[in-house]
């Protein structure tokens, strides 16, 4: 292996389209194939030098878990939320990490890959637990509202224009519990594929012992936080569109290529960013850049070689 004890630090966050994308059925094969795709220009990066976590979303693969406990709890006991997040971290990431080695062996690149379950602490009074509004799994009828809150304790809101489904918990990512490792194994130079779906939330009992939350973490904060705590220069986060863009939705879109962090927080204020779609990484962006982070990349899946490179993408800086 190359010495790359010098190379730069960053956290590469795979949007959940990059493994599933819409229109498609998200069959394994077609999940592989997204993979290889999506891990071009991350091979572009090891390449030049990087040292690489690499994060993923799991947003399409825990709905259709979710409907897979539904339609199987008559004959196998149900899987609970949390626990589902460590499996597709785990599956997800086998996946990953096995496309990297190939890649990267295809390229003649000498690095190797590694795929670690990553337990991110939350507050066990956050918000969002006593209120959760994130909607997963399968739609239900309204008539069965009143049944599902009683035997299974779920609290199901209204997705405006598609039905009802089931809301739970997304806490704030405090600190991922296994960083340590992480950071040791990035520093060697080992590519390390973790926090998937934005981590297992575990929130941390008064005598230290930890318990799972039966919720999900926001992927783009999760990377954040884990970028901040592994000391990355940079931070990637790669998703459907071409650019951050003001006024999305309008006639008056406004793409940006670079925008300060400043800037990128009065935005976020001023609700140009959704909290659904683009407002989460521009609140990543905000949080690893107050933190001294050097610089937050935000730009498509097939096109980060060109970002990386000022061609494409928005950059924010401090």
């Not at 589902?84 to 086998?94: N, T």
């Not at 927080?265 to 990484?281: I, Q, T, W």
Request: hydrophobic share 40%; glycine share 10%.
């Amino acid at each position: 292996m190359s010495d790359i004890s010098n190379g730069p630090v960053a956290v590469v966050a795979l949007g959940g389209n990059a493994i599933t994308r819409e229109f498609e059925e998200g069959n394994i094969y077609q999940q592989f194939a997204n993979t290889r795709r999506a891990l071009k220009g991350i091979v572009d990066l090891i390449e030049a030098g990087y040292r690489l976590a690499i994060t993923h979303g799991n947003g399409p693969q825990v709905g259709n878990a979710l409907i897979r406990v539904e339609a199987t709890r008559h004959l196998v006991p149900p899987i609970p939320l949390g626990v589902l997040v460590a499996d597709l971290e785990g599956g997800m990431g086998y996946m990953i990490e096995q496309t990297m080695q190939n890649t990267l062996h295809l390229r003649g690149l000498k690095r190797q890959v590694i795929t670690l379950l990553a337990q991110v602490i939350v507050d066990k009074d956050d918000p969002s637990i006593l209120n959760p509004t994130k909607f997963v799994g399968p739609f239900y009828k309204e008539e069965q509202i009143e049944q599902l809150a009683q035997e299974r304790g779920y609290i199901i809101k209204e997705d405006f224009g598609r039905g009802w489904r089931r809301v739970v918990p997304s806490p704030y990512p405090r600190s991922i519990v296994e960083v340590e490792i992480i950071k040791e194994l990035v520093q060697r130079g080992i590519i390390v594929i973790t926090a998937g779906g934005g981590g297992i939330p575990v929130y941390v009992e008064s005598d230290g012992r930890l318990e799972g939350v039966d919720g999900v973490v926001d992927k783009d904060l999760a990377s954040a936080v884990l970028a901040e705590e592994i000391e990355a220069h940079d931070l990637y986060i790669l998703t459907a569109v071409d650019k951050v863009a003001l006024n999305y939705n309008s006639p008056q879109r406004q793409p940006l290529d670079v925008l300060s962090c400043s800037d990128a927080e009065r935005y976020l204020n001023a609700g140009h960013f959704p909290r659904g779609s683009m407002g989460p990484k521009i609140e990543a962006a905000i949080h690893f850049l107050r933190r001294g982070g050097r610089r937050v990349i935000i730009c498509a899946v097939e096109q980060l070689a060109d970002a990386i490179r000022g061609m494409a993408g928005t950059q924010i800086v401090p």
